[in-house]
């Protein structure tokens, strides 16, 4: 199976999708897939299902990912209709980041919209869920799909991938860090995704270096084959990312040719 490329693009927080069209140009020849967030961080954006729609239309196929935060039982089903009637036949099931206004829905669960995926309303749509570096949970391996959140060395994913069975494609995610001030604001919004300290001197001695850091990782796991794809979250600067991305991977594997 080829190595998948799933890119996780912005999602609009108002009615224009210019900038969307935007990413979508910039990952033209890197990404195999894409990834729709659903309210990152959140904030109100449009509809991972109405992005996820407007990718697939541009030819690249797209997981729309839904939160439970931000729905009832109702709500999930409308949604996995919804995915049905627009052809997005992935989606990926989270539980939400803190709200910035208002509370958390109580009704849903991953594991429970997880069982929806797999009754009469999900009709065939996948389902993919995440995992840390932690031993899986059972009921995580019913889904079709893993993705690993972000990590930052490529030996404790290893170690964590000889440790856990999942019969399905496992994608690790790379995050992209722009500056040291975007990687300190990010510390104090999601403590467990501080960038290690040699990753911040390095971007400290030099603006580029995030990107360059985020490229070798991603080689490095194509390399491993120890993974079915990767998961990039690209960021603000997403054509400098894709940019160093591509180019990486293309002399990787120009290398490696006879």
């Known amino acids: 199976m080829p190595f998948e490329v799933v ?33 990152p961080t959140g904030r109100a954006s449009v509809s991972s299902l109405a992005v996820a729609h407007t990718l697939k239309t541009h030819g690249l196929p797209a997981t729309a990912c839904l939160n439970a935060r931000d729905r009832n039982l109702l709500g999930f089903r409308r949604d996995l209709l919804t995915a049905r009637y627009l052809g997005i036949d992935e989606v990926l099931l989270v539980r939400g980041d803190r709200p ?78 722009p500056s040291t001030a975007m990687a300190r604001r990010l510390a104090v919004r999601v403590p467990e995704l501080a960038v290690p300290p040699a990753w911040l001197a390095a971007i400290d001695a030099d603006p580029t270096a995030g990107f360059e850091l985020a490229a070798d990782l991603v080689e490095c796991i194509r390399a491993s084959g120890a993974f079915d794809g990767v998961h990039i979250v690209g960021g603000q600067r997403f054509r400098t990312a894709a940019d160093a991305i591509r180019t990486r991977l293309a002399a990787s594997m120009a290398a490696a040719a006879p």
């Open 7 to 39: 890119w996780e693009v912005d999602p609009p927080v108002e009615p224009d999708l210019a900038r969307l069209h935007r990413q979508i140009a910039a990952v033209d020849g890197l990404a195999t897939a894409a990834l729709a967030p659903d309210n």
């Open 100 to 177: 910035t206004a208002g509370s958390r829905a109580q009704d849903l669960s991953v594991p429970s919209m997880l069982a929806e995926c797999r009754s009469d309303a999900g009709g065939g749509v996948r389902a993919a869920v995440t995992t840390k570096l932690r031993p899986l949970p059972s009921w995580k391996q019913a889904a079709d799909r893993l993705f690993v959140q972000v990590t930052w060395s490529l030996d404790d994913l290893l170690r964590w991938r000889d440790t856990t069975s999942f019969a399905g494609p496992v994608v690790p995610a790379v995050l992209v860090v």
